[in-house]
């Protein structure tokens, strides 16, 4: 079985630009999360998706918003980049969105904001 | 804020069984500990689970204290593969996953 798929893996924008991350989950799972990592704050919940509806979002400003399509992918898109938007992205795909639903993590997209 | 509580690193010898234990003294009863790893640039990687009893998969065993205060993550012989950042979580219901600092494992050749 594939795993999460998330592209593209590595990405340079500039500071005030836009940008989408695009997360294929596992075949069959229905809920999708999106991280963000950096050094300084480590690993934290930007917001969860199931069956196209957001479930639960962390503390991010609304610069940060998601959707997810009726086949379970997922996009997350940040617009007006700043410099501290430069993190790992990550998505991680489980079958529903109870925390007994193990979450797979994909690779991650690296977001650098020069 | 996570709720857990881990040392920041550990050595552990090639071949050995690493122990990396965890402090959950505040848990709740139907909160489960999670157990996840990160190997360097590589999104987290699942490992195991646990709510009461001690579990066992192919990668590791959970051993979780009688009282659910604590609980110790047992990899039985370390590899170099094995070298990564173990995350200890605890979470229930619909609540998502908070990642702490976790500890950073070496495996000493």
Known sequence: KAGVTQTPRYLIKTRGQQVTLSCSPISGHRSVSWYQQTPGQGLQFLFEYFSETQRNKGNFPGRFSGRQFSNSRSEMNVSTLELGDSALYLCASSLGPRITDTQYFGPGTRLTVL | ?109
């Open chain 2, 1 to 109: 804020d996570a709720k857990t509580t881990q040392p920041p690193s550990m050595d552990c010898a090639e071949g050995r069984a690493a122990n990396l234990p965890c402090n959950h003294s505040t848990i709740s009863g139907n909160e489960y500990v999670y157990w996840y790893r990160q190997i360097h640039s590589q999104g987290p990687q699942y490992i195991i689970h646990g709510l009461k009893n001690n579990e066992t998969n192919e990668m590791a065993s959970l051993i979780i204290t009688e009282d659910r205060k604590s609980s110790t993550l047992i990899l039985p012989h370390a590899t170099l593969r094995d070298t990564a950042v173990y995350y200890c979580i605890a979470a229930f219901g619909n609540e998502k996953l908070t990642f702490g600092t976790g500890t950073r494992l070496t495996i000493i050749p």
